[in-house]
């Protein structure tokens, strides 16, 4: 079994900064492309950011230049720095991990969500 936590989620002001966190444990042999998604209210599921074992990222339009995501491969975790943070950027964040349990093959995981509310 896989299983992916995240936290860092909460209430920040407009302008404020935010940092997600999402570790993975469990019977893990190796982890491939780690993601981001956001789901607002009566919204669909969106790609936020995405990064690949070697560390190249790819972001939505809607967030460059003001969120970061990294991954630290020892710890099977991917982190969102969220900065100048608008009150669309409120959602449910998600993370997904292309996971290789046992050398098996590969699988999509998913987190259980965290919340983010921007609002003064």
């Known amino acids: 079994q896989v299983q992916l936590v995240e936290s860092g989620g909460g209430l920040v002001q407009p302008g404020g900064s935010l940092r997600l966190s999402c570790a993975a444990s469990?019977?893990?042999?190796?982890?491939?492309?780690m993601r981001w998604h956001r789901q607002a209210p009566g919204k669909q599921r969106e790609l936020v950011a995405a990064?690949?074992?070697?560390?190249?990222?790819n972001y939505a339009d809607s967030v460059k230049g003001r969120f970061t995501i990294s991954r630290d491969n020892a710890k099977n975790t991917v982190y969102l720095q969220m900065n100048s943070l608008k009150p669309e950027d409120t959602a449910v964040y998600y993370c997904?991990?292309?996971?290789?349990?046992?050398?098996?093959?590969?699988?999509?995981?998913w987190g259980q969500g965290t919340q983010v509310t921007v609002s003064s």
């Open positions: 997904y991990a292309n996971v290789n349990p046992g050398g098996l093959g590969w699988d999509g995981y």
């Open positions: 990064i690949a074992r070697g560390g190249s990222t």
């Open positions: 469990g019977s893990i042999f190796s982890i491939n492309t």
